[in-house]
């Protein structure tokens, strides 16, 4: 079982940058690839971004690619999505997903656990 608490949303104008981070419980952290998706008001849970169990490999949808970055720290059970260039059309829930595959993925259906998700609301 892994439990995952994501931190770090927030107001913020547009251009301007945030920060996430999703902290993991659990021993097997490091075999698990990591996930983002959000979820805008009356819309979809979509893809955002994946990162492999070693922090590898990456995989960004179209709308974020170039401005928003994934890492993970694997000594502490993190990963961190920072976000540069906000848009206004990037305000939505941020959820962080696991999956007990190693590899990246864009599918919500690949994904085993998710967190709460947090707040990010960037004003034009």
């Known amino acids: 079982q892994v439990q995952l608490v994501e931190s770090g949303g927030g107001l913020v104008q547009a251009g301007g940058s945030l920060r996430l981070s999703c902290a993991a419980s659990g021993r097997t952290f490091s075999s698990y690839a990591m996930g983002w998706f959000r979820q805008a008001p009356g819309k979809e849970r979509e893809f955002v971004a994946t990162i492999d169990w070693s922090g590898g490999a990456t995989y960004y949808a179209g709308s974020v690619k170039g401005r928003f970055t994934i890492s993970r720290y694997n000594a502490k059970n993190t990963v961190y999505l920072q976000m540069n260039s906000l848009k206004p059309e990037d305000t939505a829930v941020y959820y962080c997903?696991?999956?007990?595959?190693?590899?990246?993925?864009?599918?919500?259906?690949?994904?085993?656990?998710w967190g709460q998700g947090t707040q990010v609301t960037v004003s034009s």
């Open positions: 997903a696991a999956t007990q595959s190693r590899t990246t993925s864009r599918y919500r259906g690949d994904y085993d656990y």
